[in-house]
């Protein structure tokens, strides 16, 4: 079993930033690779980005790319989603997820953990 808890979500202007994070705990965090996802209201959970064991294979969705960063902290095991010049459209409820493979990957369906959660609110 894998526990994930994630914090940072707020209220932030928009083009403002936020850090969120996620802490693992449970298993060996280099055995999984870790991804965030999010879901606005309405609509389907959807792929944000994704970080291998490692942190070397990195992949996010073109609708971020340029201004999120994922990394990893092996040593505190944790993740981190660094959020810059943030949209409205970016408003929606961030999940953590862990994929127990080394591997990185978009698709939802192959991550077996997910954390509760955390409420990101971008106003314009």
């Known amino acids: 079993q894998v526990q994930l808890v994630e914090s940072g979500g707020g209220l932030v202007q928009a083009g403002g930033s936020l850090r969120l994070s996620c802490a693992a705990s449970?298993?060996?965090?280099?055995?999984?690779?870790m991804g965030w996802f999010r879901q606005a209201p309405g609509k389907e959970r959807e792929f944000v980005a994704a970080i291998n064991w490692s942190g070397v294979t990195i992949y996010y969705a073109n609708s971020v790319k340029g201004r999120f960063t994922i990394s990893r902290d092996n040593a505190k095991n944790t993740v981190a989603l660094q959020m810059n010049s943030l949209k409205p459209d970016d408003t929606a409820v961030y999940y953590c997820?862990?994929?127990?493979?080394?591997?990185?990957?978009?698709?939802?369906?192959?991550?077996?953990?997910w954390g509760q959660g955390t409420q990101v609110t971008v106003s314009s």
């Open positions: 449970g298993r060996t965090f280099r055995e999984y690779a």
């Open positions: 997820a862990a994929r127990i493979s080394s591997g990185a990957s978009s698709e939802k369906s192959t991550y077996s953990y």
